[in-house]
């Protein structure tokens, strides 16, 4: 009983992580209509900042809560990537891109984001991944670029993708980051850490953004506001990083190649965007691709 025990333990922990993986995935997915949607009534530097303010805030009163004790020394150079990467630099960035591209082209960002994380991940860790697995990633994420380039009718390398590109790279990093301090700390107090730590940056970029940026209070762009700073900035992460720490960054990092193609869908209910025609052909080779990562990386 106890070997059947030991071996039931282990799947256990595979799926909680992966479903935990999946609601993170889904949370994020809202992100860029919830962005459109808060860019009505806020503008770039004032959005970032307040998200970040109300995330900061959020999290502080979950840590009080908890009688959370402040982590390690050796966590901060971490949690400092996360900051970087989760908190400031990649929701101002793609703001920014935003304001200048489509929900469907700037979503060819998430479809690059997986292997990036996985990448990165890989290489902190001095690990080394199955060719298959790396096939199956790059796979993936091609057909999610192509996707999301033939939805932008081909357009090419304009300032909105450099956004894109370099928010990327430091969103990987934060990512990568936080799922390994998430096997030491708990993966709620991993964000909830960084959103406070970053509370100064934040609460400056909101001062600042609302003197110099116009303010309409509108439905839509409260509620934007409201999900960006309630789940994408902190509950989102929570569940996410706890799916890394369960199974490992580069599985989980896969999952997101969902990502796109669930914006695509709240895209055309929220935004009223018309329905991409490949979304189906689309969506089925990510599920494939998915299929073949979560075979292929056994480790973490």
């Known amino acids: 009983m106890s070997a059947q025990n030991s071996a039931i333990a282990p799947l256990s922990v595979a799926v909680t992580g992966t479903v935990q993986a ?5 949370a994020f997915s809202f992100t860029f209509p919830a962005m459109t949607w808060a860019l009505r009534g806020f503008g770039p530097w004032t959005l970032t900042g307040l998200r970040g303010v109300l995330a900061g805030l959020l999290a502080a009163a979950c840590l009080a809560a908890a009688g959370a004790r402040m982590p390690p020394r050796s966590a901060w150079p971490g949690l ?35 292997l990036a994380t996985a990448a990165v991940a890989a290489r902190r860790a001095g690990a080394r991944l199955p060719r298959a697995f790396w ?17 932008s009718h081909g357009a090419g390398l304009a300032t909105a993708d450099l956004y894109l590109f370099v928010g990327l790279l430091i969103c990987a990093a934060g990512y990568a980051e936080g799922g390994r301090l998430a096997r030491t700390l708990p993966g ?7 959103l406070v730590a970053a509370l100064p940056v934040t609460a400056v970029t909101a001062a600042l953004g609302l003197a110099a940026e ?21 509950l989102g992460f929570v569940v996410w990083y706890r799916g890394m720490a369960a199974i490992g960054v580069p599985r989980a990092s896969q999952l997101q190649l969902a990502q796109p193609l669930l914006t695509i869908c709240w895209a055309v209910l929220l935004l009223a965007e018309p329905l991409p ?13 998915i299929a073949v990562t979560q075979r292929t990386a056994g480790g973490r």
């Open 188 to 194: 709620w107090q991993v964000i909830a850490w960084s």
């Open 214 to 234: 116009p303010v309409h209070w509108t439905f839509r762009g409260v509620t934007g506001l409201a999900y960006l700073g309630v789940v994408s900035q902190f």
């Open 22 to 26: 999946a609601l993170g995935t889904l």
């Open 277 to 289: 025609a490949l979304a189906v052909p689309t969506a089925l080779a990510v599920v494939a691709c």
């Open 80 to 114: 400092a990537a996360v900051v970087a990467g989760c908190v400031v630099g990649f929701p101002l960035l793609s703001t920014f891109a935003l304001q200048q591209a489509s929900t469907a082209h700037s979503a060819v960002v998430i479809g690059l984001l997986p």
């Open 135 to 151: 096939l199956a990633a790059f796979v993936g994420a091609l057909a999610v670029l192509a996707f999301t380039v033939r939805q």
